[in-house]
């Protein structure tokens, strides 16, 4: 079973850029296609990006589709999330997640991942 751990999140400024990583432990990381949702205070989870086990198939939302980049070394067991011009609405609470293969548009469901990180907060100020 895979465990993770985000990290990178924090304050910045409005057109600002961040870049949060998600490390997996476990030696079946590259097995997994990987997410990222958000969550900002009273609204639900929300998918943001996701990756395929090779790095070849990405998937966005279109609030960030083109600002944000999902990326992942497999190498090295984490995934990342570069955010660039960043606006107040996105400020959420960050969460990796993996999960199996799976077709469609069901990548954009929470429910196609069985493992969650804790979460990391990204504050955007105006």
């Known amino acids: 079973q895979v465990q993770l751990v985000e990290s990178g999140g924090g304050l910045v400024q409005a057109g600002g850029s961040l870049s949060l990583s998600c490390k997996a432990s476990g030696r079946t990381f590259s097995w997994y296609g990987m997410g990222w949702f958000r969550q900002a205070p009273g609204k639900e989870r929300e998918f943001v990006a996701r990756?395929?086990?090779?790095?070849?198939?990405?998937y966005y939302s279109d609030s960030v589709k083109g600002r944000f980049t999902i990326s992942r070394d497999n190498a090295k067991n984490t995934v990342y999330l570069r955010m660039n011009s960043l606006k107040s609405e996105d400020t959420a609470v960050y969460y990796c997640a993996a999960g199996g293969a799976v077709s469609g548009s069901a990548h954009r469901l929470g429910s196609s991942y069985h493992t969650w990180g804790q979460g990391t907060q990204v504050t955007v100020s105006s």
């Open positions: 990756i395929s086990w090779s790095g070849e198939n990405t």
